[in-house]
């Protein structure tokens, strides 16, 4: 699909207004639109994986030998220093959450940046905007799945294999889209506007890892704890308020079981449910956000 030229006498924020007055007068319009420009999309996601691995020696290998050394390292750190009692298979119980983790961090990252690192493309030509930070969450989705490859291969050497619970993976990782794509509108605009978003989402992303159950149990939360006197369950309350709990307490569960488990069993449909609506409200309020500051972008660049 080829980019249309922008009219140097009409101002960006105009081109909107134009398509929508040219074809419907709706949001609606605009994911029509984008589906018009499914195949641009495709090329940015291309480009995006092809400027991660240029100059690399071992290229998209990456994909497959970094959440290997990650996992090593978390193995040799909470079974050797720091023994984790309780946790079988540990290996496989780290990787299954540390895969859909950092498909989490990268898609945040790369996709805050990634209107500001196409500066010279907004100014240039219309197409719409949104296709910037998409196109960085798809990317990091073909990272994930080469990722997924592994983690399948250690499945089975590790005697567990797939059962019939993985058929929650789909559902765990559409939600986990949804949800990506949402936070990846927002911190695209923020950047846009506010340098310091990136480094700031740096810092929060590092909290945020520490607060999700990736390299320790879930059950490690406890059902009872007490702070000034106020009585909660803080398991009950982390899947509440950190939706990336909910996700990768899902993987682990259909994939690997729970501390005490026998083996993988079904995710709770509610919280599954529960999680997959905010992150639909939160793709909602990103869009709206992104919509309305799309305009902005070329003088705020």
Same mark, same amino acid.
């Given at each position: 699909?080829?980019?249309?030229?922008?009219?140097?006498?009409?101002?960006?924020?105009?081109?909107?207004?134009?398509?929508?007055?040219?074809? #419907?007068?709706?949001?609606?319009?605009?994911? %029509? =639109?984008? $589906?018009?420009?499914?195949?641009?999309?495709?090329?940015?996601?291309?480009? =995006?994986?092809?400027?991660?691995?240029?100059?690399?020696?071992?290229?998209?290998?990456?994909?497959?030998?970094?959440?290997?050394?990650?996992? /090593?390292?978390?193995?040799?750190? $909470?079974?050797?220093?720091?023994?984790?009692?309780?946790?079988?298979?540990?290996?496989?119980?780290?990787?299954?959450?540390?895969?859909?983790?950092?498909?989490?961090?990268?898609?945040?990252? @790369?996709?805050?940046?990634?209107?500001?690192?196409?500066?010279?493309?907004?100014?240039?030509?219309?197409?719409? *905007?949104?296709? &910037?930070?998409? @196109?960085?969450?798809?990317?990091?989705?073909?990272?994930?799945?080469?990722?997924?490859?592994?983690?399948?291969?250690?499945?089975?050497?590790?005697?567990?294999?797939? /059962?019939?619970?993985?058929?929650?993976?789909?559902?765990?990782?559409?939600?986990?889209?949804?949800?990506?794509?949402?936070?990846?509108?927002?911190?695209?605009?923020?950047?846009?506007?506010? *340098?310091?978003?990136?480094?700031?989402?740096?810092?929060?992303?590092?909290?945020?890892?520490?607060?999700?159950? %990736?390299?320790?149990?879930?059950?490690?939360?406890?059902?009872?704890?007490?702070?000034?006197? #106020?009585?909660?369950?803080?398991?009950?309350?982390? *899947?509440?308020?950190?939706?990336?709990? @909910?996700?990768?307490?899902?993987?682990?569960?259909?994939?690997?079981?729970?501390?005490?488990?026998?083996? !993988?069993? !079904?995710?709770?449909?509610?919280?599954?449910? *529960?999680?997959?609506?905010?992150? %639909?409200?939160?793709?909602?309020?990103?869009?709206?956000?992104? @919509?309305?500051?799309?305009? &902005?972008?070329?003088?705020?660049?």
């Amino acid at each position: 699909m080829s980019l249309k030229q922008v009219n140097p006498s009409k101002p960006m924020g105009n081109a909107p207004e134009r398509f929508d007055s040219a074809e #419907i007068q709706s949001q609606w319009g605009k994911i %029509v =639109e984008i $589906f018009a420009y499914r195949n641009l999309l495709k090329n940015l996601v291309i480009r =995006e994986l092809k400027a991660r691995y240029k100059n690399s020696v071992l290229g998209i290998v990456w994909s497959l030998l970094h959440p290997l050394l990650m996992m /090593t390292v978390y193995t040799i750190l $909470f079974t050797v220093l720091i023994p984790n009692e309780g946790v079988q298979k540990y290996p496989i119980f780290i990787l299954v959450a540390l895969i859909p983790w950092q498909f989490h961090t990268s898609s945040m990252m @790369s996709s805050a940046g990634s209107v500001v690192n196409n500066a010279a493309i907004l100014k240039k030509v219309y197409f719409p *905007r949104i296709l &910037l930070p998409t @196109s960085a969450i798809l990317a990091n989705l073909v990272n994930f799945l080469l990722a997924s490859i592994v983690l399948l291969i250690l499945l089975y050497a590790f005697g567990i294999g797939l /059962t019939i619970y993985a058929l929650w993976v789909p559902l765990i990782l559409l939600t986990q889209i949804v949800f990506a794509l949402g936070l990846a509108f927002i911190f695209s605009t923020l950047q846009a506007f506010y *340098r310091d978003t990136l480094m700031i989402l740096e810092v929060g992303l590092l909290a945020w890892f520490f607060l999700t159950p %990736v390299f320790y149990p879930f059950e490690r939360f406890g059902e009872q704890a007490e702070i000034w006197g #106020i009585v909660f369950n803080p398991a009950r309350l982390m *899947r509440w308020v950190n939706p990336m709990a @909910s996700i990768v307490d899902g993987y682990r569960t259909v994939l690997w079981g729970n501390v005490g488990s026998n083996g !993988p069993g !079904p995710m709770d449909p509610l919280a599954l449910l *529960r999680t997959f609506v905010t992150a %639909v409200l939160l793709f909602i309020i990103g869009y709206v956000v992104f @919509s309305r500051s799309e305009h &902005l972008f070329g003088e705020k660049l």
